[in-house]
T-cell receptor, first 118, second 113 residues
């Protein structure tokens, strides 16, 4: 079974500073994908970034980058130049990329609440 | 392109009552998911459909929850009878196929009193 662990219930950051949100995962499968989603107070889940287990380069999407360390089974999200609008809940999630009944479904962590201070 | 639609957005019921939620996925998306998100937790998959067939319902409490996806498009999730612990946000998501990006709807917030 897959497991995602986010150990930071809450994080605070000053506007314009960078922040790292931690995520570790556990799986015995070799082919998987790691996702980060943002969930504002309005409730919708907004996809931020994706990293495949075979991708050699760390994924980047604008101000978001994913620090993927496969040997440590970690997939930390780095947000550069934080903005007030970044205040939200952030979820790390995993999906198996090949075969079996777990194919397709996302397994989520507990989430980290990020608060950006002016 | 229209997103995933869900209704109602909010529902308050008393325990032992029944409730149903509706989801309309993005047009052409073959895979549809229902997730349950209890306050303070990450979403948990309840059921996954591929077209109108069930792929995974291992975490669906089948004694009280049921779901269907008629004609491989819209889906309904029903709870009968509801318990206090069913209070949660129910998220519907869809993807073109099972290994592509999932797009989430706005969710239905259920409160069971």
């Amino acid at each position: 079974a897959q497991k995602i662990t986010q150990t930071q219930p809450g994080m605070f950051v000053q506007e314009k500073e960078a922040v790292t949100l931690d995520c570790t995962y556990d799986t015995s499968d070799q082919s998987y994908g790691l996702f980060w989603y943002k969930q504002p107070s309005s409730g919708e889940m907004i996809f931020l970034i994706y990293q495949g287990s075979y991708d050699e380069q760390n994924a980047t999407e604008g101000r978001y980058s994913l620090n993927f360390q496969k040997a440590r089974k970690s997939a930390n999200l780095v947000i550069s130049a934080s903005q007030l609008g970044d205040s939200a809940m952030y979820f790390c999630a995993m999906r198996l990329n090949a075969g079996g009944t777990s194919y397709g479904k996302l397994t989520f962590g507990q989430g980290t609440i990020l608060t950006v201070h002016p | 392109e229209a997103g995933v639609a869900q209704s109602p957005r909010y529902k308050i019921i008393e325990k032992r009552q029944s409730v149903a939620f509706w989801c309309n996925p993005i047009s052409g998306h073959a895979t549809l998911y229902w997730y349950q998100q209890i306050l303070g937790q990450g979403p948990k998959l309840l059921i996954q459909f591929q077209n109108n067939g069930v792929v995974d319902d291992s975490q669906l409490p089948k004694d009280r929850f049921s779901a269907e996806r008629l004609k491989g498009v819209d889906s309904t999730l029903k709870i009968q009878p509801a318990k206090l612990e069913d209070s949660a946000v129910y998220l519907c998501a869809s993807s073109l196929v099972s290994y592509t990006e999932q797009f989430f709807g706005p969710g239905t917030r259920l409160t069971v009193l």
